[in-house]
């Protein structure tokens, strides 16, 4: 069973330059996340999918960071403009259903900003 | 306050130690998960539970919900466990929380 997989691995870009991160989940799996670690923290939520819908978003810098799922199945994560702060690993992560169940996560995506 | 405090922050262990990393949280759940993220890796469901307790391997993970509290286990630890091991506690509405992370490494 193929996993989560995100693009790119690895980003650089200067600041105010603009970024996208995409990720196509496990195949079926309703629910997507998208999440950014900063080096030495946990995993922050910035928001959560059921199928094509927005379950929370309440973490989200929307002046900035945008994110969609179209078509209930990949989803892309933009960035524009983008500040030295967004300079951490963006994960995406999967699961099943929409309850309790296990969390699959892509391999991440690390965004340098200069 | 922190949902979810890890202990400890870092651990440095022996090759065969049997090590414990414990878990607080203050929310209420429906599940417990402890992952695992190796440096420069993605992150690694290692367990779900909601009650009692599980093994997989030399991993042991319980979780105690009266008291809000869960431990991970590693008997006969191994320099290939060296990661960082981070709680999620979950609420019914699938909302995670996440530790901080408990940083191990393991000493040959």
């Known amino acids: 069973e193929a996993g989560v997989a995100q693009s790119p691995r690895y980003k650089i870009i200067e600041k105010r330059q603009s970024v996208a991160f995409w990720c196509n989940p496990i195949s079926g799996h309703a629910t997507l996340y998208w999440y950014q670690q900063i080096l030495g923290q946990g995993p922050k939520l910035l928001i959560q999918f059921q199928n094509n819908g927005v379950v929370d978003d309440s973490q989200l810098p929307k002046d900035r960071f945008s994110a969609e799922r179209l078509k209930g199945v990949d989803s892309t994560l933009k960035i524009q403009p983008a500040k030295l702060e967004d300079s951490a690993v963006y994960l995406c992560?999967?699961?099943?259903?929409?309850?309790?169940?296990?969390?699959?996560f892509g391999e991440g995506s690390r965004l340098t900003v200069l | 306050k922190n949902e979810v405090e890890q202990s400890p922050q870092n651990l440095t262990a022996q090759e065969g130690e049997f090590i414990t990393i414990n878990c607080s949280y203050s929310v209420g759940i429906s599940a417990l998960h402890w992952l695992q993220q190796h440096p420069g890796g993605g992150i690694v469901s290692l367990f779900m539970l909601s009650s009692g307790k599980k093994k997989h391997g030399r991993l042991i993970a319980t979780i105690n919900i009266q008291e809000k509290h869960s431990s991970l286990h590693i008997t006969a630890s191994h320099p290939r466990d060296s990661a960082v091991y981070i709680c999620a506690p979950a609420n019914t509405g699938n909302q995670f929380y996440f530790g901080t992370g408990t940083s191990l490494t393991v000493i040959p």
């Open positions: 992560a999967s699961q099943l259903g929409t309850t309790v169940g296990e969390l699959f």
